[in-house]
């Protein structure tokens, strides 16, 4: 049996409600136009439980580090405090 697949854009709403993580996956459904934001719809929700997405948060934290260690990207750096204006 073949296990589907689907790609991506990005994520949308990430919602908790009686312990159950709620994450909706979006997906392009235009393309922009002339300076115009993409439209994106929610393709997907994904349900788990607070310990489930903490596991994923791992794992997906391992990913990043790995792709940090074969120089496939760079870790931001933290952006400088500002200053309000007349403040100290």
């Known amino acids: 049996m073949a296990i589907p697949e689907r790609f991506i854009d990005g994520i949308g709403n990430i919602a908790i409600q009686a312990a159950v993580v709620r994450l909706e996956l979006t997906v392009m459904e235009r393309l922009p136009v002339e300076n115009k934001a993409p439209t994106l719809e929610?393709?997907?929700r994904l349900a788990m439980s607070i310990e489930t997405l903490l596991k994923l948060h791992q794992g997906l934290s391992d990913v990043v580090m790995q792709l940090e260690g074969k120089g496939l990207i760079k870790k931001r750096e933290p952006a400088a405090p500002t200053?309000?204006?007349?403040g100290k």
């Not at 200053?83 to 007349?86: I, M, S």
């Open 42 to 44: 929610v393709a997907e």
């Open 83 to 86: 200053r309000k204006k007349g």
